[in-house]
């Protein structure tokens, strides 16, 4: 009876200590925005180096394109007004519109 109070204490102290481990390590969410900039997130990796979304979505005419590479089997073309700065991929197979990146941030 002399020992069994402070083993009851040490038993609460003991659960209370564990229910505040599992409320710490608690996953939650997070939004990665807040972490990192949205234009650093989207980038393809092209003959080693990383191209990073630049501009929205365009059609643009294939005619004026040159192909310098495939990328996962989507051709990539530069455009002669913006040169090699600037690389377009299509979004989808067959598809008109054109996502462009570039090697800047």
Do not use: C
């Not at 234009?39 to 990073?52: D, G, H, L, M």
């Amino acid at each position: 009876m002399k020992f069994l109070r402070p083993l009851l204490v040490l038993l609460l102290l003991a659960v209370l200590l564990v229910g505040v481990w599992l409320w710490w390590s608690f996953p939650r969410r997070v939004d990665m925005a807040d972490y990192a900039p949205a234009n650093s997130i989207v980038y393809v990796e092209f003959n080693n180096q990383r191209w990073y979304s630049s501009v929205p979505l365009a059609p643009l005419d294939p005619a004026t394109f040159r192909q310098v590479g495939e990328w996962h089997g989507f051709p990539v073309y530069t455009w002669a007004r913006t040169g090699p700065s600037i690389i377009y991929i299509p979004v989808a197979q067959g598809s008109d519109a054109y996502a462009a990146y570039s090697r800047k941030q």
